[in-house]
């Protein structure tokens, strides 16, 4: 029994052995080069003494933190719709609408992005709609939404795009919850809502957190909306990274390699928390699901 025990230890260990084995293959080279600038002490000091860096770290994080607010809102709202419906409809309707609320995952986030500014710029579809009813007389009446230094383009275009991915983690072991145990309740006088917030919740909570974790990690470390949607100051850490890459000498490259390393560690310690989330309250859900 020990030594199954051990193997399946093991073997849980093994599952993210594939993914570091391409990360080393491809990257190993410039990952090692970038953590060799970060023991460089008085390089680390000139950087993280730079107002520039703690500005963009701050905002940053002020912008993920904001953002995965937004998801988990969104997706919340997303999840308990999908579970009403599966309480009523057939489970090939149900594929149907879940295809619908998953459907903005499959938009590249560049497009993704340049959607919402098309949305609520300031000669977007709503400012163009405002004007017309009359609720403004100048087109730049209407605020300013994208490219100014609150970031409120950058935590819609996350908030629309990232929640499916929350809501299709859920979904599977939602699905599984057995809806008989529904039919039990009803008969002391459970609602549906009181029967979700009690029962199912607690269960996909452990999916729901580890899906958040993922999620803000992604947004942590993501260039290409923060580059579209955001200003020239503050910038995020990754394209404070790409702008001293592109726009600075040779001398400068040190600067890029310590930020994008720190970038790393931020988000790998995302990545452990995640891991440890997934092992200790997995089994929980499935111990849930077996009763």
């Not at 060799?36 to 680390?44: E, G, R």
């Not at 997303?78 to 609408?97: A, F, P, Q, R, W």
Request: net charge positive; proline share 3%; glycine share 6%.
């Amino acid at each position: 029994m020990n030594g199954m025990k051990k193997w399946q230890k093991l073997k849980n260990h093994l599952g993210i052995l594939p993914s570091i084995i391409v990360m080393l293959l491809l990257f190993w080279s410039g990952i090692l080069k970038s953590f060799q600038q970060i023991f460089d002490y008085k390089l680390l000091e000139k950087v993280i003494n730079k107002g520039e860096f703690l500005n963009s770290l701050v905002y940053t994080a002020k912008l993920s933190l904001c953002s995965i607010i937004l998801v988990g809102l969104i997706s919340l709202l997303g999840i308990y719709v999908l579970y009403l419906l599966s309480t009523e409809v057939d489970l090939i309707k149900l594929n149907g609408i879940k295809m619908f609320f998953l459907s903005p995952m499959y938009i590249p986030y560049l497009l993704g992005g340049y959607m919402i500014s098309n949305l609520i710029g300031q000669s977007g579809i709503i400012s163009t709609l405002c004007y017309r009813l009359g609720c403004i007389h100048k087109m730049d009446q209407f605020p300013i939404l994208v490219n100014e230094s609150h970031g409120y383009s950058i935590i819609l275009t996350y908030g629309w795009k990232a929640s499916p991915f929350v809501v299709l983690m859920v979904y599977s072991t939602m699905i599984k919850i057995n809806n008989e145990w529904l039919d039990v309740a009803k008969v002391y006088g459970v609602n549906r809502y009181h029967f979700f917030k009690e029962v199912v919740f607690p269960i996909i909570f452990p999916i729901y957190l580890s899906s958040l974790f993922v999620v803000f990690a992604h947004i942590f470390a993501s260039f290409e909306v923060p580059y579209l949607l955001g200003v020239t100051y503050p910038r995020t850490l990754p394209v404070l990274a790409y702008e001293k890459y592109a726009r600075n000498s040779i001398a400068h490259r040190g600067e890029v390699m310590v930020i994008n390393s720190i970038i790393i560690l931020l988000t790998a310690s995302v990545a452990l928390i995640i891991y440890k989330l997934n092992r200790s309250l997995g089994e929980r859900v499935e111990l849930e699901l077996e009763k």
